[in-house]
T-cell receptor, first 112, second 112 residues
Framework: QQQVKQSPQSLIVQKGGISIINCAYE??????FPWYQQFPGKGPALLIA?????SEKKEGRFTISFNKSAKQFSLHIMESQPGDSATYFC???????????FGKGTSLLVTP | DTAVSQTPKYLVTQMGNDKSIKCEQN?????MYWYKQDSKKFLKIMFS???????INETVPNRFSPKSPDKAHLNLHINSLELGDSAVYFC???????????FGQGTRLTVV
């Protein structure tokens, strides 16, 4: 049973554009929502994360928007670059949770 | 110095064989994990160990047996390999106070 639903499955954005990836969850016990970035042949690496007590978190060109009432959160990549081309995973975990529940991933291609 | 290292990176083996994947982390973390990434890139938790104690054991066939000789190592042994076991297996670790998971580079297992 998929606990975190992610869309779109793939995304093509022109250089300089905004990439937006959306996730939704059902379990209201989730209290930690990270985004991971994975390049081919590598393991996922933490990009940015948010807790439900804030509605937005920004780190450089990457922003998480969080809507607790809608149980949705999204990743915005501003000024997308070809080097951002990778697979992005949203995830969620419960307090003191010992595992991340991942979305199915979004393959992002940023064209020059 | 690699934080989470797995060996081997690639493993090709015949159906019915038994194989092991090793994982070591030098971050001083207490919690280690095995995740499976299928051909569609979906990441799913298999096992979680905290201080050498099994915490999470998802519905994984009992042909898969994790072993944690100490809190820096978590190995995965797979008996009677099947074609459906072909996937990329990731080891990860987290600190007791933090939530960021550090992943290894993965082991691509191909069963022929």
């Amino acid at each position: 049973q998929q606990q975190v639903k992610q869309s779109p499955q793939s995304l093509i954005v022109q250089k300089g554009g905004i990439s937006i990836i959306n996730c939704a969850y059902e379990n209201t016990a989730f209290d930690y929502f990270p985004w991971y970035q994975q390049f081919p042949g590598k393991g996922p690496a933490l990009l940015i994360a948010i807790r439900p007590d804030v509605s937005e978190k920004k780190e450089g060109r990457f922003t998480i928007s969080f809507n607790k009432s809608a149980k949705q959160f999204s990743l915005h990549i501003m000024e997308s670059q070809p080097g951002d081309s990778a697979t992005y995973f949203c995830a969620a975990s419960v307090p003191s949770g010992y595992a991340l529940n991942f979305g199915k991933g979004t393959s992002l291609l940023v064209t020059p | 110095d690699t934080a989470v290292s797995q060996t081997p990176k690639y493993l090709v083996t015949q159906m019915g064989n038994d194989k092991s994947i090793k994982c070591e982390q030098n971050l001083g973390h207490d919690t280690m994990y095995w995740y499976k990434q299928d051909s569609k890139k979906f990441l799913k938790i298999m096992f979680s160990y905290n201080n050498k104690e099994l915490i999470i054991n998802e519905t994984v066939p009992n042909r898969f047996s994790p072993k944690s000789p100490d809190k820096a190592h978590l190995n995965l042994h797979i008996n009677s390999l099947e074609l459906g076991d072909s996937a990329v297996y990731f080891c990860a670790s987290t600190s007791p106070w933090g939530t960021e998971a550090f992943f290894g580079q993965g082991t691509r297992l191909t069963v022929v």
